[in-house]
Structure formats: structure tokens, C-alpha cells
């Protein structure tokens, strides 16, 4: 795909993007390069191809799901003012 002066431009104002004349026609060539790899990676029959979740594979490496430390419910309760049925009580604060 060819990019003429007047693409570059309208391209340039939708952009807000301020290019001097004399660069137009470098910037001209480089976006229709651009296109063009756009075309090529279009034409390529990626039917046969499982998409990836990550480019890597990497696996996320987690810690064992184990408990670690004791139950202590009942002895942090006991500070409390309030607790019913294992749950902390507390003052209402919305009206």
C-alpha cells in the first residue's frame, strides 16, 4: 500500500503530530513499509495455529496451598466487645 503527501498529512492531523515538509515524503515511505508488512502478516493461514495464553509458556511458580499457622479464632475473639457466632460485632455506621 502506497501513502501519498496528503495521506501523511491527514494522517499527521488526526495524530496531533506536527511534521515538517521536508520529512513528509521519509514518513511517507516508512507508514507505507508498515502497511505493507500489515498486508503480509494478513495473508498467512494461521488456521492450523493453538492460540497461547503467553508467548513463553511460563509457568507462574506458587507457593503450596498449606496451612501454615494455627487457629486462633478463639483467642482473638476473647479481646473483642462484641462476637456472636464466631463473628465480630460492631457498631452500625451507616444510617
Known sequence: MSLDRSDVDKIAHLARLQIEEQDTPEYAQNLSNI???????QAVDTSDVL???????AVQRLRSDEVTEANNR???????PQVEKGLFQVPKVIE
Open 51 to 57: 492460540p497461547m495464553a503467553h508467548p513463553l509458556d
Open 35 to 41: 502497511l505493507d508488512l500489515v498486508d503480509q502478516m
Open 74 to 80: 478463639e483467642a482473638l475473639q476473647a479481646v473483642a
